[in-house]
């Protein structure tokens, strides 16, 4: 009897031996193919900064990258923000004297390097109305630019003052000489108009200059119309992971 029982507890101990190597061989392959499906990027900026852009595959019916940056001056790395999205990791790098402005070139999202070190995050997407509100008031915005410069952005691109769901920018670009961003956005009416928006002195926030209406031909793919036609300073880096822009 307690042979049978120590061969049973053998064969037991054993076979959860093999489970256990099975499930570090099956995680070692899933990592080794994410890290082989991940995107990485290392350049050195025009100020001598170290800027790294990595996208991190995610698997199952909503799939494509986490996008990581960091950023390393003289001291350790440090994380500048994150993303999910596609193959989408375009973006642009420009010191600009005591700051670094970092934007997505085909997103909404802009980081700026304060003078103190910390980074601060910026969502250009334009706001739409409240749910819940009265006409005029807008849903939450982290654009950084006023309520009122909002609702002249919403009534220039001649957005319903009732319609919901915000509108994501499909080209940035970023002119360091006068701390300018440039984003353009398409309307559900298939109208083209690009906003420009000035850093203020101390790289806080944006405040709209201009709200100029584009050519858009609607028998051509959007993608081949939203590319940058604003040469690249030659202070800023360009990260690129799609052929696009």
């Not at 630019?145 to 957005?159: C, H």
Request: hydrophobic letters at 45%; proline letters at 6%; aromatic letters at 12%.
């Amino acid at each position: 009897m307690r042979r049978t029982l120590k061969i049973v507890v053998v064969l037991i101990v054993a076979t959860l031996g093999i489970f256990a190597v099975l499930a570090i061989y099956v995680l070692v392959a899933v990592n080794d193919q994410i890290a082989a499906k991940t995107l990485n990027k290392q350049l050195q900026l025009s100020d001598g900064a170290l800027l790294r852009v990595k996208g991190i595959p995610t698997e199952g019916p909503d799939s494509g990258f986490t996008w990581e940056i960091s950023y390393r001056a003289n001291s350790g790395w440090e994380e500048v923000g994150s993303w999910w999205g596609h193959e989408d990791g375009n973006m642009l790098a420009c010191p600009v004297g005591s700051i670094t402005v970092i934007t997505r070139t085909g997103g909404p999202h802009v980081f700026v390097r304060l003078p103190s070190s910390v980074w601060k995050m910026f969502l250009m997407e334009i706001p739409s109305a409240y749910y819940f509100a009265h006409d005029g008031e807008i849903a939450p915005n982290f654009t950084s630019l006023e309520k009122a410069e909002i609702l002249s952005i919403r009534k220039s691109l001649s957005l319903d003052p009732k319609a919901q769901g915000g509108i994501d920018p499909l080209l940035m670009q970023f002119v360091p000489r006068y701390k300018a961003l440039l984003a353009d956005y398409l309307t559900g009416e298939h109208r083209r108009f690009r906003l420009y928006l000035a850093l203020d002195e101390n790289a806080e926030r944006f405040h709209l200059v201009n709200v100029e209406e584009k050519p858009f031909d609607q028998n051509l793919p959007y993608f081949e119309q939203f590319i940058p036609d604003m040469p690249i300073d030659p202070a800023c880096s360009h990260v690129a992971f799609d052929r696009r822009y």
